[in-house]
C-alpha cells in the first residue's frame, strides 16, 4: 500500500534538537511502573472507544510526500499501511487553531473569535455524545498543548445543550509555564535545572492551585481531586524521561494516566510542538513534526496494550491546516493563513480493527465531515452539523 503524496521541495537541514521547554537536564533514564489503576464506576458506557489527535499545522511537502516521508517514519511506515487514510481533506474555514479545531469538532465552519474567546456557536461531538447516549462526566476528555483550545472547545457550545454536557479539560502545558513563573519569581530558577527540583516545583504549582487558574475544567469535585494522583504520576514520567522535555511531551504522559484511570469513551488530543514554526525556525518546525510523529505512535502503541481500548477503539488523526507556501510574504512554514492548496489541503488517518479495511481514500472530503462521521461511529447523530458522515468510518 503506498500514498501518492505531492512532491513538494524538501529542505534537508542538519537535525537538531526541539526547543526544550526546560534545560535537558532535567532528564534520565525512565522509571518503570506506571500507575495501573482500574477505570472508575461508569454508568452508560458504548462499546466503542475513540480517539482523536490533532496536531497543529503541517503541509503536504514536510509529510506525505516523496521529500516529507522521512519526518514521519512511523506515520508513513508502521500506521500507514494498517490505516484507511485520506488523502483530500479540506479546511475551507478560518485557518487559525480555534476556528479550524471547532471545525472539527462541531462538524460546521467556525468564523467565530480566533483566541477562544467566543465558544463554538453549534454543539460539539462532546455534547452531542453526552447527551445522546448518557455518558457520564469522566466519559469524555481534552488535553491539549493549546491554551486558546482549552478555553471553550470543551467548554458548552452557545446552545441550548448547557453546561451539563460539557467535557473535561486538561492543559498540562500550563504547568510547566506556571512552574517556570514561580520559581522565578521567588529566586528559585536554578530548580529548574535540577532534576532533583524541578518535580517539586510543579507538583507545587499543582496542589496550590485551582484548575480554572492552570486552564483546566474538570467536572465534579470528586473527579477534580482524584486527578490529583494521575497528574502527579504523569509529571514524574515526564521529569524521569529521556524524551524531549516539550510541552507536547507531558501532554502524552497526562493523556496516558488518564487513559489507566478513566478510560474514557472520547478522548480529544491536541499536540503543538509542530506550531514552533512560529518562532521562524524551520529546523524547530520540523523537529516538531518528527517528535509529533514518535507520539503518536506510542499512543497508538498504548492503546493495543490497554484491555479497555485494544481491538474496540477508532483512532483518527488529522492536521488542523497545512501552512502557507514557500515564497509566501508570510514565510512560508511560519504561518498559516492563506488561501492556497498547502495551507488548506490536509490529510486524515485513521487507525482501528473495526475499520473495513485498509485504503487511500482519494476523493474530496471536508474537515467538516469529521463530527459526524465520529459521531455515527460513536453510536449518536450530530444533528447541527453541516457535515456528512464518511461511509468508510461506519465499521
Not at 67 to 91: C, E, M, W
Not at 251 to 273: C, G, H, Q
Amino acid at each position: 500500500m503506498s500514498c501518492n503524496g505531492n512532491k513538494g521541495a524538501g529542505v534537508d537541514l542538519s537535525k537538531r534538537s526541539f526547543l526544550q521547554v526546560i534545560s535537558s537536564s532535567l532528564v534520565a533514564k525512565l522509571v518503570p511502573g506506571a500507575l495501573h489503576a482500574s477505570p472508575a464506576a461508569k454508568g452508560n458506557r458504548p462499546d466503542r472507544r475513540l480517539i482523536v489527535v490533532v496536531p497543529g499545522g503541517v503541509r503536504r511537502q514536510e509529510t506525505f510526500s516523496e521529500t516529507g516521508k522521512k519526518n514521519i517514519p512511523h506515520l508513513y511506515q508502521d500506521l500507514l499501511p494498517s490505516s484507511v487514510f485520506y488523502a483530500n481533506v479540506r479546511n475551507d474555514g478560518v485557518t487559525s487553531h480555534f476556528n479550524s479545531i471547532s471545525s472539527i469538532v462541531t462538524g460546521n465552519w467556525q468564523r467565530v473569535d480566533d483566541w477562544g474567546v467566543q465558544p463554538p456557536t453549534t454543539p460539539t461531538l462532546f455534547e452531542y455524545a453526552r447527551k445522546q447516549l448518557g455518558l457520564d462526566p469522566g466519559e469524555v476528555w481534552l488535553i491539549s498543548s493549546n491554551k486558546v483550545v482549552t478555553e471553550q472547545i470543551g467548554a458548552s457550545s452557545a446552545t441550548a445543550y448547557g453546561p451539563s454536557y460539557r467535557a473535561n479539560v486538561v492543559f498540562p502545558k500550563q504547568l510547566l509555564v506556571a512552574a517556570v513563573e514561580e520559581a522565578i519569581g521567588k529566586g528559585r530558577q536554578q530548580n529548574m535545572v535540577d532534576r532533583s527540583k524541578v518535580q517539586e516545583e510543579i507538583e507545587a504549582v499543582l496542589r496550590s492551585s485551582n484548575y480554572e487558574g492552570l486552564g483546566w475544567n474538570i467536572i465534579g469535585e470528586r473527579q477534580s481531586g482524584e486527578m490529583l494522583a494521575p497528574v502527579e504520576n504523569a509529571i514524574q514520567q515526564f521529569v524521569r524521561s529521556n524524551a524531549p522535555a516539550t510541552g507536547d511531551q507531558l501532554t502524552y504522559f497526562v493523556t496516558l494516566e488518564i487513559m489507566r484511570k478513566y478510560a474514557p469513551s472520547i478522548l480529544f488530543v491536541n499536540f503543538s510542538d509542530i506550531e514552533a514554526a512560529h518562532f521562524g525556525s524551520y529546523s524547530m518546525h520540523v523537529a516538531g513534526i518528527r517528535n509529533t510523529d514518535r507520539l503518536i505512535y506510542e499512543l497508538w502503541q498504548q492503546t493495543q496494550l490497554n484491555d479497555e481500548y485494544r481491538g474496540n477503539t477508532l483512532m483518527v488523526i488529522l492536521p488542523e491546516f497545512g501552512r502557507d507556501p514557500d515564497g509566501s510574504n508570510t514565510n512560508g512554514f511560519l504561518n498559516h493563513r492563506s488561501n492556497d492548496d498547502t495551507c488548506r489541503r490536509v490529510w486524515m488517518m485513521c487507525l482501528g480493527q473495526p475499520l473495513s479495511r485498509p485504503q487511500v481514500i482519494d476523493r474530496p472530503v471536508r474537515q467538516v465531515d469529521v463530527c459526524p462521521s465520529l459521531a455515527v461511529w460513536m453510536g449518536c447523530r450530530a444533528t447541527e452539523s453541516a457535515g456528512a458522515a464518511l461511509a468508510e468510518l461506519r465499521g
